[in-house]
C-alpha cells in the first residue's frame, strides 16, 4: 500500500509564489518519475512538471521559467514552487508518482489533489 499526501496551496494573488509538497509513504522499494498536474474546471488534466529519479526535469511551456519541481529522494518527496502565480494557474493540482512496491508491483500512484487559486 502506497499513499502520496500533498501540503501547500491556497490562495495567492496574480504574481505571487507558492509551494506544494508531496510526501510517498508505504511499502516502497523505488520510486522512478514524480510529477505534478493540473486540472482547472471544464478541462482535462495536464501534465505541469515531470521530475526523473536522476533528476531530469520537464516542464510544461505554459510554467516554464516560473514554477520550478524538485525531489528529496531520502524523504521521497517532491515539491513544486510556484513564482509569478497567474490567474490562469488556478486549478486542482495533484501529485503523482510511478512507484515500485517490495512486492515487486509497480503502477502510478496520486495524491488526494489541492487546490490553488489566483485572484485578487
Known amino acids: 500500500q502506497v499513499l502520496l499526501v500533498q501540503s501547500g496551496g491556497g490562495l495567492v494573488q496574480p504574481g505571487g509564489s507558492l509551494r506544494l509538497s508531496c510526501a510517498a509513504s508505504?511499502?516502497?522499494?523505488?520510486?522512478?518519475?514524480m510529477g505534478w498536474y493540473r486540472q482547472a474546471p471544464g478541462k482535462e488534466r495536464e501534465l505541469v512538471a515531470g521530475?526523473?529519479?536522476?533528476?531530469?526535469?520537464n516542464y510544461a511551456d505554459s510554467v516554464k521559467a516560473r514554477f520550478t519541481i524538485s525531489r528529496d529522494n531520502a524523504k521521497n518527496t517532491v515539491y513544486l514552487q510556484m513564482n509569478k502565480l497567474k490567474p490562469d494557474d488556478t486549478a486542482v493540482y495533484y501529485c503523482?508518482?510511478?512507484?515500485?512496491?517490495?512486492?515487486?508491483?509497480?503502477?502510478?500512484?496520486w495524491g488526494q489533489g489541492t487546490q490553488v487559486t489566483v485572484s485578487s
Open positions: 503523482n508518482a510511478d512507484v515500485c512496491t517490495f512486492s515487486g508491483s509497480c503502477r502510478d500512484y
Open positions: 508505504g511499502s516502497i522499494f523505488s520510486i522512478k518519475t
Open positions: 521530475i526523473a529519479s536522476g533528476g531530469i526535469t
